[in-house]
């Protein structure tokens, strides 16, 4: 374990983290009114020579990470940016991304895979305090209206209609995902894993630890061994590929009549890694549910088999089982390291714009123990 | 005490459900969602309310157990001190009247072993203190799952006991 360098992390990555830890010391953090948004947006708009203005701006439910707004746009402003969506980072949140990164690679995906257009991006936080992104406003639900469900898109059911409808799109979207060329695609924040190698899983070993370790408060013991067993299993990455990261039931929309995905949401946590990440989170029994037969359904709405099958089918790679297994382990380890550190934290110190969210959700770690547990003793067997 | 905490949240939970929420403006959309998670936190909390000490009591228990039947230490320096640090701990933590604060700070230092048996643990010695973490993670993930079973997230709600009988084993 001596040769492994702990410190390999992506570097806007760990600054991030910093300048989280800059800002705790300011204290907790209040949710922005609409009057003090359409005050910030009209500073951005003038600093950014956008011509045009906000009106009937509304905060929207949802969004575990980020405060977010929809607004209408009066003045002169190209159609799809008629209605936009603000995105803006809370102080502390469960997990801290970048917005800068996130709007190079919408912009990076963009045609390719259905996503929101950017209009503006403001990394720094110049204009509202906070770092923001606004994008053009994409109509959908996230479940159906009868698909029940808890907070982030938790618990939801599809139903048969709309899984027949939505699982060959949401397959493809996946894999027109990991099919972008990262070369010249403008993200310019992201770090490339060398192929070959195993920098892909170390580096994220090694950020989830960071995290860890800047943000712990409760012991877990569980997840310990779960950080070695991860450190002394690291797979090699062939082909590093753009990931979106949190590719999940919840985090797309669709249309309820033409049953058509209108929109993948919710990048921040994209990065330059093995495709077998994105599997193994998509597979995480919390983002989908047991059928009649015991069955896991990856989004409530089809088998792993399936998924495995037409990925392949569709992209020409093998999925390997043991880097899938690997990367279900990581899948544990970042999502414990979610709810029981940053979260508890950010909703201690009261610096999150939805403080009950996050203490509720952390109640989430009993059940992902209990994957873990699961996976470890496989590895173990 | 009295009026004893669970009936003091009681009246909270009340008066934010019949009195306060039903006046939170309906296009809130934010707020409408935070009053939803202020009553499914506060009837959690007075479900636990009776059984904070037993609950970290229990888990306490358990560990400390565990940490007291872990084998004999084999390995290099950084296992030994690790260990040895390990058995401090524990003897320490055994007569705290926080059993929540004596459960973390002895997890702290069971998970100080963990890293220190990857690094210079004698093969066999490791895979015998890994097995029991892993086998007292399985307890306690499922002792979890059952205090947290009214959060709505888990797999398996009707497989788990009750907290009475949780508790009262």
């Not at chain 1, 093998?318 to 979610?338: F, P, Q």
């Not at chain 2, 059984?51 to 290099?76: E, I, K, M, N």
């Not at chain 2, 993930?141 to 205090?147: D, N």
Request: proline letters at 5%.
């Amino acid at each position: 374990m001596s040769t492994i360098d702990r410190a390999a992390i992506e570097p806007r990555l760990l600054e991030l983290l910093y300048d989280k830890h800059e800002r705790r010391k300011l204290g907790p953090y209040i949710p922005r009114t609409a009057q003090e948004i359409g005050e910030g947006l009209e500073r951005l708009f003038a600093q950014q020579g956008i011509a045009a203005r906000p009106a009937n701006i509304h905060r929207m439910g949802g969004g575990a990470s980020k405060e977010q707004f929809v607004f209408d746009m009066v003045g002169d402003i190209a159609p799809e940016f008629s209605r936009c969506v603000l995105r803006m980072d809370p102080r502390e949140g469960i997990i801290e991304t970048c917005r800068r990164r996130e709007a190079q690679v919408l912009r990076a995906v963009y045609g390719k895979v259905p996503v929101p257009p950017v209009l503006c991006v403001d990394g720094d936080g110049v204009a509202m305090g906070q770092p923001l992104m606004i994008t053009g406003f994409v109509g959908g639900v996230t479940k159906p209206s009868s698909g029940g469900g808890g907070p982030s898109g938790l618990k939801v059911r599809m139903g048969e209609r709309v899984s027949a409808a939505l699982t060959q799109q949401f397959i493809e979207v996946f894999a027109n995902v990991h099919a972008v060329a990262i070369a010249g695609a403008g993200l310019d924040d992201y770090a490339v894993p060398r192929p070959g190698t195993t920098d892909a899983a170390l580096w994220q070993v090694n950020y989830w630890t960071k995290v860890r370790e800047m943000d712990g408060l409760d012991s877990l013991p569980l997840l310990t061994l779960a950080e070695t067993w991860l450190y002394d299993n690291l797979p090699v990455c062939d082909e590093p590929v753009l990931l979106h990261g949190d590719h999940r039931l919840g985090n797309f929309l669709f249309d309820e009549e033409s049953l058509r995905i209108t929109a993948v949401l919710d990048w921040e946590l994209a990065h330059i890694g093995d495709f077998h990440e994105d599997l193994a989170y998509d597979f995480e029994p919390l983002f989908g549910s047991v059928d009649e037969n015991g069955t896991f359904l990856v989004g409530s709405m089809f088998t792993t088999d399936h998924m495995i099958a037409a990925y392949e089918a569709l992209t020409g790679r093998k999925v390997d089982a043991r880097t899938l297994h690997w990367y279900k382990v990581l899948t544990s380890y970042k999502l414990i390291t979610m709810n029981h550190t940053s979260s508890i934290i950010a909703a201690r110190d009261g610096t999150n714009h939805q403080n009950a969210l996050l203490a509720f959700l952390a109640a989430v770690t009993a059940e992902l123990s209990s994957t873990m547990c699961d996976l470890l003793a496989e590895s173990a067997a | 005490m009295t009026p004893n905490p669970t009936i003091r949240l009681q009246s909270l939970l009340q008066t934010l459900e019949h009195v306060i929420f039903p006046a939170v403006d309906s296009q809130n959309s934010l707020a409408q969602e935070q009053c939803g998670l202020v009553l499914g936190q506060l009837r959690m909390m007075i479900q636990h309310m009776p059984w904070f000490g037993a609950y970290h009591a229990l888990c306490y228990d358990d560990l400390a157990r565990t940490v007291a039947g872990l084998p004999a230490h084999g390995g290099g320096d950084v296992s030994g001190k690790a260990c040895a640090a390990l058995a401090q701990v524990l003897a320490r933590t055994a007569g705290m009247e926080d059993r929540n604060a004596a459960y973390h700070d002895l997890g702290h230092a069971l998970e100080t072993l963990l890293r220190a048996v990857a690094e210079d643990g004698e093969r066999s010695y490791r895979r015998a203190v890994e097995a029991q973490v892993l086998d007292f993670s399985r307890r306690q993930s499922l002792r979890a799952r059952t205090w947290f079973k009214d959060a709505g997230f888990d797999h398996a709600p009707e497989d788990l006991p009750s907290l009475e009988q949780m508790l009262k084993k």
